[in-house]
C-alpha cells in the first residue's frame, strides 16, 4: 500500500492550503449526509410544518445551500470553489428521525466533499434551532461522505 500523507501538510508539518495550479479541471460530485433525531412529536413538527418559526424544512434547505456557498469561510484550509450545483433533500427516515441528504457539484480543480459536508450540518443545525424550542434533547448524527466522484483520486462509495 502506498504511503498515505495529509495534503494540508507540507515537509514540515505546518499547515497550508494545496496549491492546486498543476490540478486537471475536471467534474466533481459529492453526496453527504447528516441525521436528526428526537421526539416523535418534535419530528412530527418539523416534517409537518407545525413550528411556530415556520416552513422548517424550507429555511433548511436555503441554509444547507448557504452553507455550502460559504464553507471556504470557515474551514480554513479550503480553497473558494464555483458551486455549480447544491442540493439539499430531508426526509422523514422513521418517526423519530429526519434524513438530510446533500450534493455539490462543480467543474473545477478541486473537490467538493466539505461543500456538501458543510450542507448536510448546516441543515441539520437550522431544523434543530427551529425545533429546539420543543426538544433541546435532539441529537444530529452520522455525518458522513456517502459518494465522491472526479479527481486525480477518483471515486469513492462508503459501504453502507
Wanted: hydrophobic letters at 40%; proline letters at 2%; aromatic letters at 2%.
Amino acid at each position: 500500500m502506498a504511503e498515505r500523507r495529509l495534503t494540508h501538510l507540507d515537509a514540515k508539518g505546518e499547515a497550508h492550503i494545496v496549491d492546486i495550479g498543476e490540478k486537471a479541471i475536471t467534474r466533481r460530485r459529492a453526496v453527504a449526509q447528516a441525521r436528526l433525531s428526537g421526539e416523535a412529536e418534535t419530528i412530527a413538527s418539523i416534517l409537518g410544518g407545525g413550528l411556530k418559526k415556520g416552513d422548517a424544512l424550507a429555511v433548511a434547505r436555503v441554509a444547507g445551500i448557504m452553507g455550502a456557498k460559504k464553507t471556504s469561510d470557515i474551514i480554513p484550509l479550503c480553497h473558494p470553489i464555483p458551486l455549480t450545483k447544491v442540493s439539499v433533500e430531508i426526509e422523514g427516515e422513521s418517526e423519530t428521525t429526519i434524513l438530510i441528504r446533500t450534493v455539490a457539484e462543480t467543474t473545477g480543480q478541486t473537490g467538493v466533499e466539505m461543500e456538501a459536508l458543510t450542507a448536510a450540518t448546516t441543515a441539520a443545525l437550522t431544523l434543530y434551532d427551529m425545533a429546539k424550542a420543543l426538544d433541546r434533547a435532539m441529537v444530529i448524527s452520522d455525518v458522513c461522505l456517502n459518494e465522491k466522484s472526479g479527481g486525480k483520486s477518483g471515486d469513492y462509495r462508503r459501504e453502507s
